[in-house]
């Protein structure tokens, strides 16, 4: 009976023990299929749709497109990039603020820290950039200019830019000798080079070949007499545009034109690109990023005959230096913050590996300065090592105006720049038109 009673027992025991093997099993297969599952987890499918103001074959869309391939081929097979290119400014902002609008705004945008972007963060709608990249700890890898320039004026950072660039005027010195002339270091010194060119027979300048250079040259007077401060007071109405830098801006863009080659208000970019190649004219203020794939061969060097000069200095005003003149970024990349926040965790792994790959791509296959560092500086032809040089001894950022002054105003002043540098208007009717524009549209 004893003998019965124990191997029941044991019976027993046997089955108690053989569920707890079961159950510790089931709960380990329950840990590991979690474990695979969380596997998968880390290569989630999410697709970027961005929105690029930028030609499709552009250096910068390739180089987009070729990072989102080789991360999709080697870090997350789920990931998707959906780019949309509009090239035209005006075509660009219609469709973004239409997106915007109708709660369809784009993951990834570009824009400037201007007043219409000032407003989506305002209203919660983008993601601060500038704490992504300090908890990537990403921030060194960028130019000083790329990572300060997209800044709004309170040092925030909503938008990642990519770009560096620089503007000087460009000339070929086999036309400055032939004129007896040297490059200008101020503007005294520049109009005295445009008289010896014109007596010898040659175009000083190719006109501004676009809105955005036409509204530099009209800040390069202002700028060099007070720095950004007039052009700040201007646009918020704390002063006329009537002052002393104001009628100064508009004499300088009459005399100016005086020097443009004929025929230039009917002339697009390229012509006026062309035109200054080909020797038509001796000057042509140009930016380093619109330009320099037409002023360097295969190896990453000026081509010959091709130097530069930076922007005059102003005889009397000491407000700015030869360290202080147009440079930026170019328009930075800003991202939804719904977009970022519902899928953090991947797009901190895209932007980490975006940015330790752009600058070698951009820079070695495509042959365009990049704002983020590449990796490899040794092969650096020297033009491109004087050009980082540059790049980082700019000390102060003239304003654009364009960016900064409100959206109709804006429109007022890409107008009414064009009669007064035609001289159709007088510097003070300029003045004039603008105040009234400001002061019905500042708020």
């Avoid at 040092?155 to 990519?162: K, T």
């Avoid at 930026?328 to 965790?345: C, D, L, Q, R």
């Amino acid at each position: 009976m004893n003998e019965t009673l124990l191997h029941n027992k044991g019976v027993n025991s046997m089955k108690k023990m053989a569920k707890i093997f079961l159950t510790l099993l089931m709960m380990v297969t329950l840990m590991i299929s979690s474990s695979l599952a969380f596997a998968e987890g880390e290569n989630p499918e999410v697709t970027l749709n961005f929105l690029i103001q930028k030609t499709e074959d552009s250096a910068e869309s390739k180089t987009y497109r070729k990072i989102a391939e080789m991360y999709k081929a080697e870090v997350n097979p789920n990931f998707n990039f959906e780019p949309e290119y509009i090239s035209d400014s005006d075509s660009y902002y219609q469709k973004l603020k239409i997106l915007i609008a109708s709660n369809e705004m784009p993951d990834w945008f570009q824009a400037d820290p201007d007043e219409f972007t000032a407003e989506l963060r305002e209203a919660g709608l983008i993601y601060n950039v500038g704490d992504m990249l300090e908890e990537l700890g990403l921030t060194d890898r960028f130019l000083s200019i790329t990572l300060n320039y997209p800044r709004f004026s309170d040092g925030e950072l909503y938008g990642m830019a990519i770009g560096a660039n620089t503007e000087w005027f460009w000339y070929h010195p086999s036309m400055f000798e032939a004129a007896g002339v040297e490059a200008p270091t101020t503007w005294a010194e520049f109009f005295e080079v445009c008289e010896a060119l014109r007596a010898h027979g040659m175009t000083p300048v190719a006109a501004p070949p676009r809105m955005a250079m036409m509204l530099r040259s009209a800040a390069f007077i202002p700028f060099r007499m007070y720095g950004n401060d007039w052009i700040e007071g201007a646009i918020s109405g704390k002063h006329s545009w009537g002052t002393d830098a104001g009628i100064a801006m508009g004499e300088f863009m009459q005399k100016y034109a005086t020097y443009f080659n004929e025929g230039w208000s009917g002339m697009d970019s390229s012509a006026m690109r062309d035109l200054f190649l080909s020797k038509g004219a001796s000057m042509w203020y140009e930016s380093t990023g619109q330009c320099l794939q037409y002023l360097t061969d295969e190896n990453q060097e000026l081509l010959d005959d091709i130097a530069w000069f930076k922007l005059p200095l102003l005889d009397g005003y000491d407000a700015t230096d030869e360290t202080m003149y147009f440079a930026n970024s170019g328009k930075a990349i800003f991202m939804s913050k719904a977009f970022v926040e519902e899928n953090k965790e991947e797009i901190y792994r895209f932007v980490e590996y975006f940015i330790n790959h752009f600058g070698d791509i951009y820079l070695y296959e495509y042959n365009t300065c990049s704002g983020i560092m590449p990796s490899n500086m040794d092969n650096l032809s020297n033009l491109y090592k004087e050009l980082y040089k540059e790049f980082n001894a700019v000390t102060e950022y003239a304003a654009c105006w364009d960016v900064i002054i409100d959206p109709v105003s804006n429109e007022v002043l890409k107008g009414e720049i064009y009669n007064l540098t035609l001289g159709e208007i007088t510097p003070q009717e300029f003045a004039e038109i603008m105040d009234q524009a400001i002061e019905e549209n500042v708020k």
